[in-house]
């Protein structure tokens, strides 16, 4: 009996192959929507940790978030350099990190900080920076760049280069006066760091002088300001943000009400955790619309699947009946149907898990450098094995109605010729 109904699929190679394709593309979407959701989700939790609080002028936690760690967006307003010494020197702080930003090179975004980016910033499982040649800026016009910027643009240490002077499309000024000059590569994190072009804030500082009207002044252009790291560089007036480690976690609430309600400038103090959590809540609809669409995929698959096996049985009803003849019981047939399409299911499943990782190998370096999104090439995840098992269900369940049918064409036809 297993021999006829082998020699029935091989006699039906088209349909079955058809049908196990439909399946594949709709499991490749399914599963491919949660994996990407998945390490969506991965990639942004990774990019900060260690980190308690995070401070920044008044707006929302989620827009706060991300334009001081994801590089999305721009500031409503500044941190006065006067506020952010107050706030740094308080006795529950550990350490700060300010970062100021706005400028660009060649799309990338540039940060200005202090050497304590590199001693306190964690990423992932609280993983520090690591240079991968180089070390940390030292002098006003090093920089330091991330791994990305580095692979994308060929820089090596030692080669100068330019920052632009705002960023987007409207940046179109040239810091050309002041160049700065690799010393550093950073090792590559996944997170934003490694888009990132890494300066000190008195780098910084002193490409704007003379571009306090937000272009190029005569002092400026006359080349008075030019890079020139004997000259003495005042503070920065303000900066974007910065980034808080408290001595104790039991300070947390409180440094962050004192931050809140801060006498000096209207400030606002974040939890990174709590502000990726509604982050998440808002993506959770569109995340929701994309699984369900995805379901509906599935489902559509399984029943373009069903369609030709009842539109097969017609076909098959002599094969049925010698299969009865050759003492095979009706129950056997449903069995027989039932096994046909478990198997086409499970293959289908198989191939389009195996298309799935065969489009991430091919794609992972694509999604790196359009959407610096890294995609981890992991075994299924629980969830991913959950929705290949209620695929496989689903299967069962739409294969019982074609399996009835031949129980009933069984019981029905016998031996006569139809």
């Known amino acids: 009996m297993f021999k006829i109904a082998l020699h029935s699929l091989l006699s039906r190679r088209l349909t079955v192959i058809l049908s196990i394709i439909t399946v594949a593309l709709s499991v490749l979407?399914?599963?491919?929507?949660?994996?990407?959701?998945?390490?969506a989700r991965n990639s942004f939790s990774n990019t900060v940790s260690g980190t308690d609080l995070i401070v920044g002028a008044r707006t929302g936690s989620v827009q706060l978030l991300l334009y001081s760690v994801f590089r999305v967006g721009n500031a409503t307003n500044n941190i006065g350099w006067d506020s952010y010494q107050k706030l740094a020197h308080d006795r529950r702080v550990a350490w700060t990190i300010p970062v100021s930003l706005g400028d660009s090179h060649h799309g990338f975004a540039v940060l200005g900080t202090t050497p304590d980016y590199f001693k306190y910033l964690r990423f992932g499982e609280n993983q520090p920076l690591k240079m991968s040649a180089g070390a940390p800026f030292a002098k006003t016009h090093d920089a330091v760049l991330g791994a990305h910027v580095a692979s994308k643009m060929g820089?090596?240490?030692?080669q100068k280069i330019v920052l632009t002077h705002g960023s987007g499309e409207g940046a179109m000024s040239e810091?050309?006066?002041?160049p700065f000059t690799i010393v550093g590569i950073l090792a590559p994190t996944g997170t934003p760091v490694d888009d990132t072009v890494h300066v000190s804030?008195?780098?910084l500082t002193a490409i704007h002088e003379g571009w306090e009207s937000g272009s190029a002044s005569l002092l400026s252009s006359s080349g008075?300001?030019?890079?020139?790291?004997?000259?003495?560089?005042?503070?920065?007036?303000?900066?974007t943000a910065f980034y808080v480690g408290l001595k104790s976690r039991t300070a947390l609430f409180s440094y962050q009400r004192a931050v809140n309600q801060f006498h000096d400038e209207t400030l606002m103090a974040i939890?990174?955790?709590?502000?990726?959590?509604?982050?998440?809540?808002?993506?959770?609809?569109?995340?929701?619309?994309?699984?369900?669409?995805?379901?509906?995929v599935l489902v559509i698959g399984l029943m373009g699947m069903l369609t030709a096996l009842l539109t097969g049985l017609n076909e098959r009803r002599r094969e049925m009946a010698i299969l009865r003849s050759v003492g095979a019981r009706a129950w056997q047939i449903f069995v027989l149907v039932m096994g046909e399409t478990l198997l086409l299911v499970s293959i289908g499943t198989a191939v389009?898990?195996?298309?799935?990782?065969?489009?991430?190998?091919?794609?992972?370096?694509i999604l790196r450098e359009v959407y610096s999104l890294n995609i981890a090439i992991n075994p299924p995840t629980p969830n991913e094995w959950g929705l290949m098992a209620a695929t496989i269900i689903?299967?069962?369940?739409?294969?019982?109605?074609?399996?009835?049918?031949?129980?009933?064409?069984?019981l029905s036809d016998g031996l006569s010729p139809h």
Do not use: N
Request: hydrophobic share 55%; net charge negative; with cysteine.
């Open 175 to 178: 810091h050309a006066d002041q």
């Open 271 to 296: 939890m990174p955790g709590v502000a990726l959590s509604e982050l998440w809540q808002l993506m959770k609809i569109a995340e929701q619309a994309l699984l369900i669409v995805s379901g509906f």
């Open 352 to 365: 389009g898990i195996a298309l799935l990782y065969s489009l991430l190998l091919i794609c992972k370096p």
């Open 224 to 239: 008075v300001l030019a890079a020139d790291e004997a000259r003495a560089v005042p503070p920065p007036a303000t900066i």
């Open 394 to 410: 689903a299967g069962f369940l739409i294969g019982s109605i074609p399996a009835w049918r031949a129980y009933r064409m069984s």
């Open 201 to 203: 804030l008195d780098g």
């Open 29 to 39: 979407l399914l599963v491919g929507v949660e994996r990407l959701r998945t390490e």
């Open 155 to 158: 820089y090596t240490l030692g």
